[in-house]
């Protein structure tokens, strides 16, 4: 990491952490008494780029002030265990990832998108696709239907009484783990315009068994060149802990990566041209 982010790590990692405003929980996981550092804070855009400004109430805005565990801790799988490889990233996202290996790559972006919009007040449009295809609402778990997998068959039962707690909506999502992926996401997500520029809120999908996906967290540009440079988080399999992705190939950006004039982004060993670029739809009154 270049020595002006372990600075900066220092001057603005003290600062309170980047919650929602007083009496709001924008990141509800997080204990009410933990103190985490935002990443918008922790992590300064390359000299001369500015960091972009989403939209008050945006997706990309959300994403920009994720909270990061303190300094860089190693990253660890599900059970604890320490990663063997620990020089891909710059920062650990203060987030829960259970205790089973279910958080994987494709995970992590969903686990972003349906925390947003819980947090947002919008849990009745939380919904994914499983790899079969069929619907996986949190408004029909929240109402007691559970889904009834058997093969490429899957049916919603009403099996368990109505429950609309922040636990019960974990469990949800760790069910939509299970069952969806890279590859469902890539047949379900639109794809931006190809003249759109990359931004936070935006996925980077291979799709297979297995795939991978990263989610563009933080975008900045160079006001002179035009140059754009972009702020990746990914998580991975077996699960473990969610990061922010560095880019020691390029230390005088690490940890943020520069797309290609065409649109693709190689990081961490993977190449995505930009055909592979998708995006959460936006809801109808939800800021860009």
């Known amino acids: 990491m270049r020595p002006w982010i372990a600075i900066g790590a220092i001057l603005l ?36 780029f500015v960091r972009d400004d989403p939209a008050a109430g945006s997706f990309a805005r959300w ?21 063997p490889v620990q020089d ?30 819980y947090a947002a007040g919008r849990a009745d449009a939380v919904a994914f696709r499983f790899t079969s295809g069929h619907e996986a609402a949190w408004r029909q778990w929240q109402a007691g239907e559970r889904p009834r997998v058997s093969g490429n068959r899957v049916n919603w039962i009403a099996s368990a009484a109505p429950v609309a707690s922040y636990a019960s909506f974990q469990r949800y999502l760790r069910t939509v783990f299970a069952y969806a992926g890279s590859y469902s996401l890539a047949r379900d997500l639109p794809r931006p315009a190809a003249d759109r520029e990359m931004r936070g809120g935006d996925l980077l999908i291979i799709a297979g068994f297995p795939g ?60 995505f041209s930009a055909a592979r ?12």
């Open 13 to 48: 990692g003290m600062w309170a952490a980047a919650q929602a405003p007083a009496g709001e929980r924008a990141y509800p996981w997080l204990p009410n008494d933990l103190t985490a550092h935002a990443l918008r804070q922790r992590i300064p855009p390359p000299p001369g």
């Open 63 to 83: 994403l920009q002030r994720l909270p990061l565990k303190p300094g860089r801790p190693p990253v660890r799988y599900w059970d604890g265990t320490l990663v």
């Open 88 to 117: 891909g990233h710059c920062a650990v996202l203060e987030l829960d990832i259970g205790r089973r290996d279910l958080l994987q790559c494709a995970d992590a972006a969903i686990r972003l998108r349906a925390e947003f919009l």
């Open 212 to 271: 991978h996906v990263m989610i563009v967290v933080d975008a900045a540009r160079h006001p002179e060149s035009g140059r754009r440079v972009v702020l990746l988080v990914q998580g991975y399999y077996p699960a473990q802990d969610v990061h922010v992705l560095a880019n020691p190939e390029h230390p005088d950006l690490d940890p943020w990566f520069e797309p290609a004039s065409d649109g693709t982004v190689t990081a961490a060993g993977w190449t």
């Open 277 to 288: 670029r998708h995006l959460f739809p936006a809801l109808a009154d939800e800021p860009e």
